[in-house]
Nanobody, 121 residues
Framework: QVQLVESGGGLVQAGGSLRLSCAAS????????MGWYRQAPGQQRELVAH???????NYADSVKGRFTISRDVAKNTVYLQMNSLKPEDTAVYYC???????????????WGQGTQVTVSS
């Protein structure tokens, strides 16, 4: 089995910073992509940022220049540094991993349980 465990959410004032972490554990052969999505009340889940095994990153336009995604390959962990937070960043943030459990059991998607980020104005 594979688990994604998130940490680092909380309440912060506008302009502040938070750092989210997500550690993947279990039977993992290779992690292809790890990323963060978020879902605000009444909204669809949306991509925030992701990072590939080669280190290529992609960001939603709304967070470019404020958020930075990084990855510790040895620890199967992904981080999201969030700076200059705005009230509209308030949402539940979910970690996602696309990974191979074996070379022939591949491209599997897993989700974390979600962590609440609340930005007050």
């Amino acid at each position: 089995q594979v688990q994604l465990v998130e940490s680092g959410g909380g309440l912060v004032q506008a302009g502040g910073s938070l750092r989210l972490s997500c550690a993947a554990s279990g039977s993992i052969f290779r992690i292809n992509v790890m990323g963060w999505y978020r879902q605000a009340p009444g909204q669809q889940r949306e991509l925030v940022a992701h990072i590939t095994s080669g280190g290529t990153t992609n960001y939603a336009d709304s967070v470019k220049g404020r958020f930075t995604i990084s990855r510790d390959v040895a620890k199967n962990t992904v981080y999201l540094q969030m700076n200059s937070l705005k009230p509209e960043d308030t949402a539940v943030y979910y970690c996602n991993a696309n990974l191979d459990r074996t070379p022939w059991n591949s491209q599997l998607n897993y989700w974390g349980q979600g962590t609440q980020v609340t930005v007050s104005s």
